[in-house]
């Protein structure tokens, strides 16, 4: 990579800022909905994912933890893998079945995927050399390539996948329970 690259290094910054941004934002209106009552714990059940008010939790904090990760650049391919481990749990549970597009009508998973898929991406280039991964020399989260793809994708992906066979029991539809 080009180490030296201020593009390169602004280009990361960028990304990671509003990826960060997107994700607290997001946390902290799933935190004003916890704390106004059941409502979010209930949706988690309604989901199929029990217990509902410790994955709200979960998530919530989550989503308010991992991109301060992102904003200093530390952890980098893990941060970023638990932001797609978020968005694809997202898209198993709630977005899948409202079909691709994201409109006004509906929740399609077009905006979760691509998150997944954009972060997973992201982290295989790290933070760059504005970042505290960077300057504290945090080996081994300063990965080559092909280890920082690798620790985000099994983060990311992995992470989904063990939450979901965890936690996830998809509710029968009506006509399945008759």
Known sequence: MY????????????ARLWIAFMVFMHGWRHLKALRSGPGMANWFESLGIKPGKFHAWNVTLTE??????LVVGLLTPFAYGGVA???LVAFMTN????????TSAKEGY?????VAVVSIAI????????SLDHAIDASPFV??????????AIVGIGGAVVFLALFWRPPKKAADAG
């Not at 180490?3 to 960028?14: P, T, Y």
């Not at 077009?110 to 691509?114: A, D, G, L, Q």
């Open 64 to 69: 308010l933890i991992f991109p301060l990760l």
């Open 143 to 152: 990965l080559e390539p092909k280890k920082a793809l690798a620790a985000a």
């Open 110 to 114: 077009e905006y979760v995927v691509t």
């Open 85 to 87: 481990a978020l968005m």
């Open 95 to 102: 977005h899948r079945p409202n079909g691709f597009f994201l």
């Open 123 to 130: 982290a295989t280039f790290g933070a760059g050399q504005w």
């Open 3 to 14: 180490e030296g690259s201020d593009a390169i290094n602004l280009a990361l910054l960028v």
